[in-house]
């Protein structure tokens, strides 16, 4: 968990239920379920590895 949590989320996965950890590119996304879906779509090209919980990287493939 803490390998994977580095990986995708630089600030703190504490943040993820406020959203208020906007320090990072994806901070206030996280706030979003939607939000974040589309974002890591994007981010997801470079970070597929890190994506894998979400399945977006395989999505962005």
């Known amino acids: ?3 994977d949590n ?3 989320d630089a600030p703190r ?3 993820v239920g406020q959203g208020r950890d ?3 590119p994806w901070g206030h996304y996280i706030g979003n379920g ?3 879906r589309q ?3 994007e ?3 470079f970070s597929r590895g890190c994506l894998s919980r979400l399945t ?3 999505r962005t493939t």
Do not use: L, N
């Open 22 to 24: 906007v320090r990072s």
């Open 1 to 3: 968990m803490g390998k």
């Open 6 to 8: 580095r990986g995708h």
């Open 56 to 58: 977006a990287c395989r």
């Open 34 to 36: 939607a939000q974040v």
């Open 43 to 45: 981010m997801g090209a």
């Open 13 to 15: 996965t504490e943040g």
């Open 39 to 41: 974002f890591y779509t």
